[in-house]
T-cell receptor, first 113, second 113 residues
């Protein structure tokens, strides 16, 4: 059974700090790994990492994928209070499980002013 | 904000009743997936529809069923509601290229009393 484990489960920092969120996974027939930010309801897409794209960056956020060690990290530099949210990691399998996302439990990030 | 919409926003039902949730996919997307997110957990895959047919199912009993219509919108039906069905129900739409980000709607909060 596919499995995704995120750590830490929660994190409290102050504005300006840098944070690193971790995601390890076990999946049969890996296709991609996705990061989402969930503030109230809808998870908002951040990054997709695949075999052909193992590093992504957008502003203060960046992510890498290590396919050999089966993990990914999401970095947020110079954190702001608006970064407070649940960050979800998900893996997508291929084959007969095409399109099925398996999510981790999420990391709750709280950024204090 | 994605182009994925869901209705209703909130719903309260009693045990044993039946419920129908609706989702309109983003323009150009032909695949819709449904997820159940219990409080404090990551979303869990229920099933996926592609071109009006079920295309993959998670570990949910048959009382969870769905439909996809020719315009790619979708319904999730749950019969014989149980207390544990209380959750946020998310739908996500995607295209069908080589790699496809799934974009989520705002969700329907279902409470079963």
């Amino acid at each position: 059974e596919d499995k995704v484990v995120q750590s830490p489960l929660s994190l409290v920092v102050h504005e300006g700090d840098t944070v690193t969120l971790n995601c390890s996974y076990e999946v049969t027939n890996f296709r991609s790994l996705l990061w989402y930010k969930q503030e109230k309801k809808a998870p908002t897409f951040l990054f997709m990492l695949t075999s052909s794209g193992i590093e992504k960056k957008s502003g203060r956020l960046s992510s890498i994928l290590d396919k050999k060690e089966l993990f990914s990290i999401l970095n947020i530099t110079a954190t702001q209070t608006g970064d407070s949210a649940v960050y979800l990691c998900a893996v997508e399998a291929g084959g007969t499980s095409y399109g099925k996302l398996t999510f981790g439990q999420g990391t709750i990030l709280t950024v204090h002013p | 904000e994605t182009g994925v919409t869901q209705s209703p926003t909130h719903l309260i039902k009693t045990r044993g009743q039946q419920v129908t949730l609706r989702c309109s996919s983003q323009s150009g997307h032909n695949t819709v997936s449904w997820y159940q997110q219990a409080l404090g957990q990551g979303p869990q895959f229920i099933f996926q529809y592609y071109r009006e047919e079920e295309n993959g199912r998670g570990n949910f009993p048959p009382r969870f069923s769905g439909l996809q219509f020719p315009n790619y919108s979708s319904e999730l039906n749950v019969n014989a509601l149980e207390l544990d069905d209380s959750a946020l129900y998310l739908c996500a739409s995607a295209g069908r290229g080589v790699y496809n980000e799934q974009f989520f709607g705002p969700g329907t909060r279902l409470t079963v009393l």
